[in-house]
């Protein structure tokens, strides 16, 4: 079964540098949801979009900013980059259910990508 | 705002011993709860989830949790452990509102199973 798919992988930047994160969603699931995950610590969400809108607004910095397209695939634009902002970022995708997709509740995750700022 | 507690930073067991991972949730209404499970460097699995009914649900590879309404609790659980059950595990929280198909989940802060030959 096709799963979250996010890009790059890994992913290396200097400092005020910007990094551009993708992520593609399971077919027919419209809405997705972005987390940061730092070393050693649990994923903390960052923000979400349900049919191109911001749906849901979490810890995310004012040098971040994400939009979903039309094709739902989402991309999440970090600016100005810090040492603290070296993460693994996870997307996540699920059906609302208004869109064909069943909503069984759950998220599904995509396997992450790892940010390194030097 | 919807929180969760997972006490135990680590738990040790020894393979074919029961394990619990313990969850404890505050959210407003009715819970949807899950469970995740996370491999070095990898995403996060979705392990098993209540959303209504059966207080005790199964999920996948032999683990299973218990809800409990009044202790606000969601344990994780599995009858006789595994190495390969070594990992880091995560208990997460959804409340319901009108548009819970688009809230997102809070985690807690992990838990790393850790099992012995």
């Known amino acids: 079964a096709a799963g979250v798919i996010q890009s790059p992988r890994h992913l290396i930047k200097e400092k005020r540098e910007t990094a551009t994160l993708k992520c593609y969603p399971i077919?027919?699931?419209?809405?997705v949801y972005w987390y940061q995950q730092g070393p050693g610590q649990d994923p903390q969400f960052l923000i979400s979009?349900?049919?191109?809108?911001?749906?849901d607004k979490g810890s995310i910095p004012d040098r971040f900013s994400a939009q979903q397209f039309s094709d739902y695939h989402s991309e999440l634009n970090m600016s100005s980059l810090e040492l603290g902002d070296s993460a693994l970022y996870f997307c996540?995708?699920?059906?609302?259910?208004?869109?064909?997709?069943?909503?069984?509740?759950?998220?599904?995750f995509g396997e992450g990508s790892r940010l390194t700022v030097l | 705002a919807q929180s969760v507690a997972q006490p135990e930073d680590q738990v040790n067991v020894a393979e074919g011993n029961p394990l619990t991972v313990k969850c404890t949730y505050s959210?407003?209404?009715?819970?949807?709860l899950f469970w995740y499970v996370q491999y070095p460097n990898r995403g996060l699995q979705f392990l098993l989830k209540?959303?209504?009914?059966?207080?005790l649900v199964k999920g996948s590879y032999g683990f299973e949790a218990e809800f409990n309404k009044s202790q606000t609790s969601f344990h994780l659980k599995k009858p006789s452990a595994l190495v390969s059950d070594s990992a880091l595990y995560f208990c997460?929280?959804?409340?319901?509102?009108?548009?819970?198909?688009?809230?997102?989940?809070?985690f807690g802060s992990g838990t790393r199973l850790q099992v012995q030959p």
């Open positions: 997460a929280v959804r409340g319901t509102f009108m548009d819970t198909g688009r809230r997102a989940l809070t």
């Open positions: 979009f349900y049919e191109k809108m911001q749906s």
């Open positions: 959210v407003s209404g009715n819970p949807y």
């Open positions: 996540a995708s699920s059906p609302s259910g208004t869109s064909g997709g069943l909503n069984t509740g759950e998220l599904f």
């Open positions: 209540y959303i209504t009914g059966d207080n």
């Open positions: 077919p027919r699931h419209d809405t």
